[in-house]
C-alpha cells in the first residue's frame, strides 16, 4: 500500500527508505501524547500534588483522582470565589482528572486502591509519612502486589528524617527554606510570594521525577520509590542565593524588586505605575542611559561597570529613579521597543489575560463544566510541535466517575458495584 501511495520509494537509499517511511509512520498518529495509555492513581490533595498530575493528565496521563466521600479535596472549599458550588482553587489544579470517591478506612476501599495500582503505572500521593501504610497501601505493601509501579510520595520534610511527621503546609516550608527570608522591600517584614510557590515548585519536580521514573522503568522493567518534599524542592531552588552563603559565607537579605548583583535591575515608579527594567550587561545599561536622555550616566567612572554599580548602587538608583517619574509606563515602553532594552511593566490580572503575548501562547484555557458551566483558567505553558494539549476535559465533581473506573478500569461486577455502593465504601456522584 505504501509502494502505490509513494512509488519513488523503490529507487531511494536505505537510509533514505527507513527516515521517509518513519516521517510517513509517525504522520499517521499525529497528535498523540506522550503518555497516552499511561494510568496515575492520584491520592493526592490541594496543590503540590494535583498541580503534578494536572501536567500529567495534559500530557495524555488517564489521571484517577481519588477522594474521600462528601468533602473531597480540601481545596473544593477553599473560597470565594465560588462558580455555583465548585471552588475556583479547585478549578484552576484538577483539570483532565476522573473522580472516583472512596473510603479508604474500609477495607473493601482499600481494596480497589489495590486493585487500581495493580492496573496502574503510577501511584501518586501526599500523606502524612507513614499514614497509608498503617492502611496497607504504602510503597512496600503496594510495590509486593505491583512491583512495576512508579510511587511519588510528596510530603512536607521528607520519609525519613526529625520533621518528617510534621504536617507540610507551602507558607512554613517557605519559611522554613529562606525564601521567605530573601522575599519583601528591604526594610520591610518578610513576605509570603502571591502564589504558593514552594508547593508548585515540588509539583514542577515530581512531575519531572514521575517522567524520569517512567523511562527508568522501561529501562529495568521495575518501578521505584520517589521521596519528592516542599523543604528539598524550596531549599534547591535557592540556587545562586544559597551558592553564595554556602561557597562564600555571604549572608542573604530581602532586596525588593532590585538584584543583589546586578544594577539596574529592578522596578521603577513611572507617572502612572512600575516599570521593571534590566541592564545585564554594559551594553544594555548604556543604550538605557542614551534613551533616557542621560549620556553623562554611562561615561561616568562610577558606573563603567556592573561590579561599579553595584557599589555605587545608591546614587545611581536615585538619578534614575528622578527620570523615570517624569514619563508614563506607554512613553517608556515606546521609547525602548526594539532597542535591546529588557524591561516590562507590573500588570494586574487584567493587564496579564489583555496582553498580546500571554493570548497568543493560548494561556487563557476554557472548559465547559457540568455544573459551573464555562470555566477560564490558565493554559498550560508548554507547547510541542508534534501534539497539542488542547480540549481539556473540566475538572471532576467529586466521584462523578466512581462506577465508570470500577466498571472499564478494574471489570467489577454491575452486582460488586451496587455492593460497594450500598455499604459506603464507594459513593458516585449523580448529575441532576
Not at 52 to 62: H, S, V, Y
Not at 156 to 180: F, N, V
Not at 337 to 354: A, K, L, R, Y
Not at 355 to 370: F, G, S, T
Request: glycine share 8%; aromatic share 6%.
Amino acid at each position: 500500500h505504501l509502494l502505490e501511495l509513494h512509488p519513488t520509494f523503490l529507487t531511494l537509499p536505505l537510509a533514505s527508505f527507513k527516515a521517509r517511511l518513519k516521517t510517513i509512520l509517525f504522520d499517521r498518529h499525529s497528535n498523540v501524547k506522550p503518555l497516552e495509555g499511561i494510568k496515575v492513581l492520584d491520592l493526592t490533595r490541594v496543590l503540590a500534588g494535583p498541580f503534578a498530575t494536572m501536567i500529567l493528565g495534559d500530557l495524555g496521563a488517564e489521571v484517577i483522582k481519588v477522594e474521600k466521600k462528601g468533602s473531597g479535596d480540601d481545596t473544593r472549599a477553599w473560597g470565594p470565589p465560588f462558580v455555583e458550588t465548585e471552588s475556583v482553587y479547585f478549578l484552576s489544579v484538577n483539570r483532565n482528572k476522573k473522580s472516583i470517591s472512596v473510603n479508604l478506612k474500609d477495607p473493601k476501599g482499600a481494596q480497589i486502591i489495590k486493585d487500581l495500582a495493580s492496573v496502574c503505572d503510577v501511584l501518586i500521593e501526599n500523606y502524612t509519612p507513614g499514614k497509608l501504610g498503617e492502611m496497607g497501601l504504602g510503597y512496600e505493601d503496594i510495590h509486593k502486589i505491583a512491583p512495576h509501579i512508579v510511587y511519588c510520595s510528596i510530603s512536607g520534610y521528607g520519609q525519613t528524617g526529625p520533621m518528617s511527621q510534621r504536617p507540610g503546609y507551602d507558607s512554613i516550608a517557605c519559611a522554613m527554606s529562606g525564601l521567605m527570608h530573601i522575599t519583601g522591600s528591604q526594610d520591610g517584614d518578610p513576605v509570603r510570594p502571591g502564589v504558593a510557590m514552594t508547593d508548585l515548585a515540588t509539583g514542577l519536580y515530581a512531575h519531572g521525577a514521575i517522567m524520569a521514573g517512567l523511562l527508568q522503568k522501561e529501562k529495568t522493567g521495575k518501578g521505584l520509590h520517589i521521596d519528592c518534599n516542599l523543604l528539598s524542592s524550596q531549599v534547591a531552588c535557592l540556587t545562586h542565593i544559597a551558592a553564595n552563603y554556602l561557597t562564600a559565607k555571604k549572608e542573604a537579605k530581602k532586596w525588593g524588586t532590585a538584584h543583589e548583583s546586578i544594577v539596574p535591575y529592578q522596578a521603577f515608579k513611572t507617572k502612572d505605575g512600575f516599570l521593571v527594567i534590566c541592564a545585564g550587561n554594559d551594553q544594555q545599561f548604556s543604550i538605557i542611559c542614551k534613551l533616557m536622555s542621560l549620556p553623562a550616566l554611562s561615561g561616568d567612572p562610577r558606573y563603567q561597570t556592573n561590579k561599579l554599580r553595584v557599589q555605587n548602587r545608591r546614587e545611581l538608583i536615585d538619578v534614575l529613579s528622578a527620570r523615570f517619574v517624569e514619563k508614563t509606563i506607554g512613553d517608556w515602553l515606546q521609547l525602548f521597543e526594539g532597542n535591546g532594552v529588557p524591561c516590562g511593566p507590573i500588570n494586574t490580572m487584567e493587564q496579564v489575560f489583555s496582553e498580546p503575548q500571554v493570548i497568543h501562547n493560548d494561556l487563557i484555557l476554557e472548559m465547559e463544566h457540568p455544573t459551573a458551566g464555562t470555566v477560564t483558567v490558565p493554559g498550560p505553558a508548554v507547547r510541542f510541535s508534534d501534539f497539542k494539549v488542547s480540549r481539556p476535559e473540566p475538572p471532576p465533581l467529586i466521584g462523578q466517575h466512581t462506577v465508570e473506573v470500577l466498571k472499564t478500569v478494574l471489570g467489577y461486577s454491575e452486582s460488586y458495584i451496587n455492593e460497594l455502593l450500598t455499604a459506603g465504601a464507594v459513593t458516585q456522584h449523580e448529575l441532576h
